[in-house]
DNA sequence: AACATTTGACCAGC
DNA sequence: GCTGGTCAAATGTT
C-alpha cells in the first residue's frame, strides 16, 4: 500500500477513534440503565483497542519494515541498539491509566467543562513554568468510568526545563511519587535486573504497558519468559494481567517509527485473594532504548 | 508563610 | 453568541 493512501487510512482510523469516545460520552449523558451503559462501555473499550491494533499495523506498515507476524517468540538479542528518532512532535497525544506520572512535575492552572464530555478537562503547565521560562503545558481529560480509567492527555510544547531524575529511590511509593523519570534504581525496589541469561524468576511472566505517547494510542507489550526465552508480545489492553497474552505484533518493538513510550511495569494479580501485586511506575522512554527494558526484571 | 488548587471571569477565535 | 483556553482572586494544604 503506498504511503499516501496508507495516511488516509490512518486519518479515518484516527477519526473512528475520536468518533468512538465521543459517543462513550453521549452515552454516559443519556438516559440508559447501568447495564446498558456498561454494555456500552465494553463496545467502546472494544473499538478503541481494535482502532489501536490498526493503526499500529499502518504505522508499521508505512515505515517498511518487514515483520514476520510468525516469528514474533524469538527475538534474538540486537548487539547494536537500533538508534530512533526522539524528535518529539506536538501538540501530541497520549490515551493512559496514568496521567499524571510521566516524569515532570505540573501546575494545574484550569479547569473547564468540555461539550459533549461527561469529564471536565484539566489544564496544567509546567511547574518551572516561570523559573526556568518552561512552555510546557498539557490537558488532561478522563475518558470513561472504567476502571481504571483512561484519561486523554494532550501535551503541547516540549520541555526546556531541566528534567528530575530519579536517583537512589527506597521504595516503590516514592518512585511513584517522584514521578520516576529516566533512571537507573538500585534499591530495595521488588525489581531485580534480569538478562537474557539469567535464570528466569519464579512467575511465568510478567508484562510491560507502553504508552505510546507519539501516535495517540495505549499499546501493551507483555514481556514472557518461559523455559528462560525472552519474547515479548503486544496486545492493545488498557490494563494487564500475567494471564492476558493477546496476539503478538513485533512492529511494535522493532518500527524505525520514532516511538516514545512510557514505561510501566505490571505486576501479576495474588493467587489467593486476587488483590493485585502490581508494580506501576512510569517512566518517560526518552532515556533509553528498547533494548535496555532487558534491565527491568521481575519479581520476588 | 509559601505554594498549590479551585473556580468564576475574561478573552479570542469561529 | 458559543466554546475552549487562560487568568487571577479565593481557598486549601503543608
Known amino acids: 500500500m503506498e504511503n499516501s493512501l496508507v495516511d488516509s487510512v490512518i486519518r479515518e482510523m484516527e477519526q473512528a477513534f475520536e468518533l468512538t ?3 462513550q460520552s453521549l452515552v454516559e449523558l443519556g438516559n440508559y440503565s447501568d447495564t446498558q451503559k456498561e454494555s456500552a462501555r465494553m463496545v467502546s473499550r472494544e473499538l478503541l483497542q481494535t482502532c489501536n491494533a490498526t493503526l499500529s499495523m499502518l504505522k508499521s506498515r508505512k515505515t517498511n ?4 507476524y510468525g516469528s514474533q517468540y524469538q527475538l534474538a538479542p540486537r548487539k547494536v541498539p537500533i538508534r530512533r528518532d526522539r524528535r518529539r512532535h506536538y501538540p501530541r497525544k497520549v490515551v493512559t491509566v496514568t496521567p499524571y506520572s510521566d516524569g515532570h512535575q505540573w501546575r494545574k492552572y484550569g479547569e473547564k467543562k468540555i461539550n459533549g464530555c461527561i469529564f471536565p478537562r484539566s489544564y496544567y503547565r509546567c511547574t518551572y513554568s516561570e523559573d526556568q521560562r518552561c512552555e510546557a503545558k498539557k490537558q488532561v481529560q478522563q475518558q470513561d468510568r472504567g476502571v481504571p480509567s483512561l484519561f486523554l492527555v494532550i501535551y503541547k510544547e516540549e520541555h526546556t526545563c531541566k528534567p528530575m531524575a530519579v536517583e537512589d529511590c527506597q521504595s516503590i511509593e516514592q518512585l511513584q511519587l517522584q514521578g520516576c523519570g529516566e533512571y537507573t534504581c538500585n534499591t530495595s525496589f521488588p525489581l531485580t535486573q534480569v538478562t537474557a541469561s ?5 512467575v511465568d511472566s510478567f508484562s510491560l504497558r507502553f504508552d505510546d505517547s507519539e501516535d495517540s494510542l495505549m499499546s501493551t507489550a507483555v514481556r514472557s519468559i518461559t523455559e528462560g526465552t525472552i519474547a515479548w508480545r503486544r496486545n ?4 494487564v494481567s500475567c494471564s492476558e497474552l493477546a496476539s503478538a505484533d513485533l512492529a511494535f518493538l522493532d518500527s524505525t517509527e520514532p516511538l516514545h513510550p512510557s514505561l510501566s511495569v505490571v505486576h501479576d494479580v495474588d493467587d489467593e485473594d486476587h488483590s493485585p501485586r502490581s508494580l506501576g511506575f512510569d517512566t518517560d522512554f526518552l532515556g533509553f532504548d528498547l533494548d535496555d527494558i532487558e534491565l527491568f526484571g521481575t519479581p520476588y
Do not use: M
Open 198 to 202: 539469567a535464570t528466569p524468576p519464579p
Open 21 to 23: 469516545t465521543k459517543l
Open 65 to 68: 519494515v518487514k515483520i514476520e
Open 236 to 239: 492493545d489492553k488498557g490494563s
